[in-house]
Structures are given as structure tokens and as C-alpha cells.
């Protein structure tokens, strides 16, 4: 399947009604916990990826606006930033203590998207681990 890769598709009201229904299909299956939808043709999604698209289908039928692209293999600085949640200045200290691999393009600093994703789900989980301490903490002192 040859595809333009940046195109505007429009939905009528016909597709927004289709898009409510085949959104309740999906919606059935994420609920009983399936952990994919598969499809005529023994096409299999994941439910990730059936999240993902229950999300776009709730635009649709909702009337909205929905932008899909996926991600660039590199980032800058001030979008990693950004997708980690800290400032650029954080950023930079967490490439210069080694925690995060980045690399000279000219003179632009870049990340490979995947390496900036999986620090972030690090983070999160430093943050989590923070937040049990504290709590325990907390308990231990009856507050």
C-alpha cells in the first residue's frame, strides 16, 4: 500500500457514525480484558495499539479533530525536554552524567526518540519508587 505521508482525510457524517460503532466493538473487547482485536483475515491488534486507535475513533465520532504521525527517530534537546517532563538545563546534565545518550549533529545536540522514551519510563519509575519511600516514611511516623 503506497500512501502519501502527509495527507488530510475529513470525516462525513456516515464515517463519524461507523466509527461510533466499530468504537463500541472495540470498547466490548478492551473491557472483557481481551488482550487483542482481531480482525477478518486473522489480522491481530494488540491492545495497545486497540487503545490507541479507540482514542482516534472517539474523536471521529465525536465530530472532532484528530492529528495521527509517529514519531521522528531523533528529538532535540527542547523536545526531549519537553517528553521527559524537566527543563532543557535538566536534560543536559542528565546527557552529561552518562544517564541518557545523545550525539552531535553539527553543532545541535540530538537523542534517538527510543533512548528518550525508555529514560522517561525510568524516571517515572524513580519517581514511584520516591513517592512509596516517602509514603512508608509517613506511615512509619504515623503521620
Known amino acids: 500500500m503506497s500512501a502519501d ?3 488530510n482525510l475529513f470525516a462525513d457524517e456516515q464515517q463519524r457514525v ?4 466499530l468504537l463500541e466493538r472495540v470498547e466490548e473487547s478492551l473491557a ?3 488482550a487483542q482485536v482481531t480482525l477478518p483475515d486473522d489480522v491481530h ?3 495497545d495499539f486497540t487503545r490507541f486507535l479507540a482514542k482516534v475513533l472517539q474523536q471521529i465520532a465525536a465530530g472532532g479533530s484528530v492529528s495521527v504521525s509517529s514519531w521522528p527517530e531523533e528529538v532535540s534537546t ?3 525536554a519537553s517528553l ?3 527543563s532543557r538545563p535538566t536534560l543536559m546534565k542528565h546527557v552529561r552524567a552518562g544517564r541518557l545518550d545523545a550525539h552531535k549533529v553539527g553543532s545541535h545536540t540530538r537523542l534517538k526518540t527510543e533512548d528518550v522514551r525508555a529514560f522517561r519510563h525510568e524516571l517515572i519509575k524513580e519517581r514511584r519508587a520516591a513517592l512509596n519511600e516517602l509514603l ?3 506511615d512509619e511516623l504515623g503521620l
Request: proline letters at 0%; hydrophobic letters at 40%; a negative charge.
Open 32 to 34: 472483557h480484558a481481551k
Open 84 to 86: 521527559l517532563g524537566v
Open 5 to 7: 505521508l502527509r495527507e
Open 78 to 80: 527542547s523536545v526531549a
Open 45 to 47: 491488534l494488540s491492545q
Open 18 to 21: 461507523e466509527a461510533g460503532q
Open 136 to 138: 512508608e516514611l509517613e
